[in-house]
């Protein structure tokens, strides 16, 4: 078995147990960052020397440090699958891999810039503007306020019920509906 196959095969036979978003990110991962070459590789000649040269060959191609580091954990989780169905003790992966980059500082609105929005689209007076209202008032995120629902909101309370989320997922190769 090849690392190609290893890795969809553990995609798949997890796809089940996945949250939808991850199963399309471990998809996308191995389409968009396995190169051909290291596909090819059959797991049983996989050392710890091919996988640390792998990685350092997507941090020379500027792929960020987050993929890679999801990319490690795919292999290491494909692996462990196959070595446990197999019956044969899985490859210790000690790597050396690129510290993760710090968290970047959120940006907050003063509230002279959140005055200055509302009086523009106040002054507009156009429906396609509630959401961004909306969200500056409560601090809503995006795939909150896109999931919200008339049931969520009781405006004789003043209350708005937040209990869902939306995400768009986006698959490699298919198109957006």
């Known amino acids: 078995m090849t690392l ?3 890795l969809i095969s553990y995609v798949q036979a997890k ?11 471990y998809s996308n991962l191995i389409q968009n960052h396995l190169d051909e070459d290291k596909g090819k590789i059959p797991i049983s000649d996989l050392t710890n020397k091919i996988i640390q040269e792998y990685c350092d060959f997507l941090l020379q191609n ?11 954990l795919l292999i290491k989780l494909s692996l462990k699958r196959d070595a446990k169905i197999n019956s044969y003790q899985p490859l210790f992966i000690d790597l050396d891999l690129p510290a993760t980059s710090k968290k970047k500082k959120v940006i907050i609105l003063s509230r002279t810039d959140q005055k200055s ?14 959401g961004i209202i909306l969200s500056l008032m409560t601090g809503l995120r995006i795939g909150e306020l896109c999931a ?10 003043r209350i708005i019920v937040v209990n869902k989320t939306l995400q768009r997922i986006c698959e490699k190769g298919k198109n957006l509906k």
């Open 4 to 6: 190609k196959e290893c």
């Open 15 to 25: 796809k089940t147990y996945l949250k939808e978003s991850t199963y399309v990110r």
């Open 62 to 72: 500027k792929v960020s440090t987050i993929v890679i580091h999801e990319m490690v």
């Open 117 to 130: 929005i509302m009086n523009y689209i106040l002054s507009n007076n156009n429906q396609k503007y509630c």
């Open 148 to 157: 919200l629902k008339w049931s969520d909101i009781d405006l004789k309370k």
